[in-house]
């Protein structure tokens, strides 16, 4: 992931290069012109199906044509009897090769816009795997300086040093300038019951961090809620109208209502959803999911206050952005049904 | 003649300007596009790549490409930097935490050659929420005073919620870049 682009890719003053970026507009702006003459319910699925079809016709033509450019170059440097071939020649090819994927990204990038997410996602990642292995390519067609030991110190030094990994630059801890204030919530706690009321309060975000062993009832309603943390909790909250941010949760059980949920980092969990729009997790795994099952005095009234009265059935509908295949993430599941708990009643009267 | 004056010719005819929004998830980013085009923002899911809005802004057309945030995407970004005009970084003002992460990424962008002549709208979003921080105490934190003196810069307090300086921003932003490539108009 970390690959850097070519860095002859990035050359503006090759006229092939400018041409390509010509036509790139071109090909944008006759876009435009073709998307404003559209009238504005072009959206039936056919149409989208049509176009969505054709770009991937289109995409994988142009990928294995470069895949395949990539492989003759390598087979042509490989079969050379010497490997002394002119290195500009190499060059040259290297330079085609990668404008060919900077257009295919280009491709992909114009028409995202009507692309599934999960095409969307593969393409990106045949793209970035493109652009690796004209990396791997270029090392080998035009090897650095290679790296000799002096035979002077070898019999005197059994293990020549090895040359240093260079460290990315170190960068400084930020120094804040502003003493930055801590946001309301509840932190350090080990073994505690913690109840909370938002009813009537002002707060707008809250935190929930460095929690070992707790069971946390927060009711009410909240703009952000953030969970940072979290160790053996269980954690039962009324609707919050913004986000859920989650990270580093391990061996909770999590009954949360919200707009939208991230989850990072999360081991062993068991997460209990109301939400509008797709939950999604990154870096977890063993974690599950059922519907949102909580009770309280009052629930009905914030959920509608957040919008989320009605159940979506958006508590399935997880998406792993670590996960980039069609077939089902091995990082999450529905949690079984004879292993759900039944619905959660808290008391709403807590003190705030 | 060179590739800019080509771009600029194009970009004349069309009155375009390439905008490029990004920041941490959860930041706002595709919200704050949605609301200025006036569309729902009640049901956004975290974007899983990337989406391309063009909008109409006073009399330029206005492509904004609001990339992900979220870690597994961020490196993607670098993706999206050649020839943009204008680059908006979204900041979530209630979220602490992840202040220093926000202004590492901010500063590693800065650092890219291909952005170098873009103009820089920072948005301190969500200050619909009590305890955000301030625009003020945000510039202090990504110490935006140390920025390259050559840079366009300007940050303002917004939120996609209320709608509350998205124009203000956008309408610098756009100022901003038309200064510099429709000059000769
Ligand atoms: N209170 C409040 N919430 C906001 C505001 N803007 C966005 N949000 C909420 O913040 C969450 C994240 O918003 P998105 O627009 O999805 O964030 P994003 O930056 O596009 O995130 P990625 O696509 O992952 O990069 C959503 O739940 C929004 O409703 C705001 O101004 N105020
Ligand atoms: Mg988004």
Redesign the interface.
Known sequence: ??DD?PSFA?E??DPA??KK??DM??R??AR?QA?KSDSPDTSSSSSTLESTSSFLAKFSDARRSIESRIAESRFVSSSSASSSTDPSKHKSDLADISVAINDL?KLL??N??FLP?YE??SS?KM??DLKQSLESLSAELIPKKKFSFKSKSTNKKPEPKLPEIQKPDV?S??N???P?????GLRNKHGETLVKSFKGS????F?L?DLDSCQVQLTGTV??L?L?RLKNCNVYTGPVI??I?IDDVEDCVLVLAS??I?I?CARKSDFYLRV???P?I??SNGVRFAPYCLDYKGIEEDLKTA?LDEETNNWANV?D??WLRAVQSPNWSVLPGEERVSSVSISSNADS | M??LS??RK??K??K?MRILMVGL??SGKTTIVLKINGEDT?????T?????K?IVYQKY?L?I?DVGG????R??W???FE?TDGLVWVVDS????R??DC??EL?NLLKEE?LAGSSLLILAN?Q??????TPD?IG??L?LESMDKSRHWKIVGCSAYTGEGLLEGFDWLVQDIASRIYMLD
């Open positions: 992931m970390e682009d990035t503006t003053l290069l400018q970026h010509h507009l071109e944008l702006s435009h998307r990204e990038a114009e995202s816009y997410s969307v996602r990106l793209v970035s960068v801890p930020p804040f300038l502003v930055v204030r801590d946001s309301p002002s707060i707008g975000e935190t961090s703009n952000a953030f940072h913004g986000s941010l707009h939208q991230r990072h509008r729009s797709r999604i990154e870096d919008g998406d952005f670590r | 060179g590739l080509i771009i194009i970009k005819k069309e375009e998830d959860n009640s049901v956004i899911s975290p899983l790549g990337f989406n391309i063009t057309t492509n490409w979220q870690k597994t995407i490196s993607y670098r993706n999206y020839q209630s979220d602490l935490r202040l220093d202004k590492m500063d291909r969500k619909d929420i009590q305890g955000a921080l105490e202090k934190v110490n």
